[in-house]
């Protein structure tokens, strides 16, 4: 059950295949899902999706020990990943909700699964590209969070770069919510609450708020992965799940389970895996 | 990183309340929507949840013009610099996750046409967006309805 549990990061910044090694890495998906990398006009885009896939392949080849050929994974109209063979694997009775998601921003792709909670993740990256201040940088944003979080951002200053971590870290909350529940478009940001309990801004946990309700089941764990990157982890009931990850393979699942010794179990940390660890087919040594 | 999309008009609301934040200058006429999971183009949607009560004009324009060359260009020179690409790699048919836009980007691209050409884009018209020649499109209708 505790290997259902992983948080792995991987830093894209730190590969740099020529034309020719990206394209035989490229073959290592199902050719169906190359298109999926080659779209992207920016080459680091292209990095950052390949790796992304592959993250899951080893994964799921390495939590459920399937045969990295055999593994299909999909998605959901919505864009939540999930395993297409789940129904065969032979753990399923120890990892009965098995879901994971994965993230990319900046320098790292992350991938988070849990067997049996619903899960998510998002990693931000600080880009420095902007060179606008917070408060002209923050504008285009001012619809994203409810009043009483950009209150709780605010206090984070005035030093700007504590703005911007503020800011990062209750993006990755909202996104890594949205991402776990799998809702995909259509979610109205307001309704979604992200404050810290004890008042503690810089807290590795966060609670929300839906509709004005206080989600206790629901937990939000803040990981710094260097000075330039926030990722959060999203952890909650299965029941929350949307209709479209419902009807997926272990989607099934979810009704009626209830997780709550899951629920509570303390937060794992991230492990930092290479590339070269990634793009091989063996079996992960961890 | 997925990025977020953007819409319908709540945004003047949600943040005056806000107390330690300076006086925002601009608003972005949509409510950004966490998409969280795909950038735009927009997928077949599920059915959206109860949005906030907001003002927000409900007459979705059906993009039936194409758009011209100029406003093409100043679309696609405002996404390239959004985006730090060069524009020569934007064309006409690219799908914008494709250019690389997160959900940072999506948002402030969104307010920088809005800027730019004076107007405001609507939920349910930037909902049809899904390439730059989209967004190029139906800026020009909505620049037309607004002369009109």
Sequence with gaps: MDKGVQRWAVNVSLWTPSPHQFRSCISLLPPCERSSVVRFVNFEDQKRALLSRLLQRKLVQFVLGLNYDCIVVEQTPEGKPYLINNVENKNLNLLPNFNFNVSHHGDYVVIVSEPMCLVGVDVMAHDTRSKDPPHKFFEAFSACFTPCEWETIWSAGPEEDMLFHQFYRFWCMKEAYIKAVGIGLGFELQRAEFHYQDGNIWSNVAHVRIDGVHKTKWQFFLHSLDDKHWVCVAKGPPADAIGSLIETPSGKQFDG?????????????????????ILSTEMLAI | ????????????KASSACVASPTVSRQ??????????????????RPTSVAL?????HHPLRISAVANADTLEVVSTL????????????????????????????VEIMMALEEKFDIQLGEDNAEQIVTVQHAADLIQEVVAAKEA
């Design chain 2, 79 to 106: 996404i390239a610099e959004q985006l730090a690409i060069d524009v020569s790699q934007v064309q006409a048919e690219s799908k914008f996750t494709d250019l690389g836009a997160d959900s940072l980007d999506t």
């Design chain 2, 53 to 57: 009560v907001a003002s927000r004009h």
């Design chain 2, 28 to 45: 972005l006429s949509v409510t950004p929507r966490f998409d969280g999971l795909k950038a735009f183009p927009m997928l077949k949607q």
């Design chain 2, 1 to 12: 990183m997925e990025a977020l999309w953007v819409n319908s008009a709540t945004a003047a």
């Design chain 1, 257 to 277: 389970v209830t997780c709550d010794t899951a629920l509570t179990l303390q937060n794992k940390s991230f492990i930092l895996l290479t590339v070269e660890q």
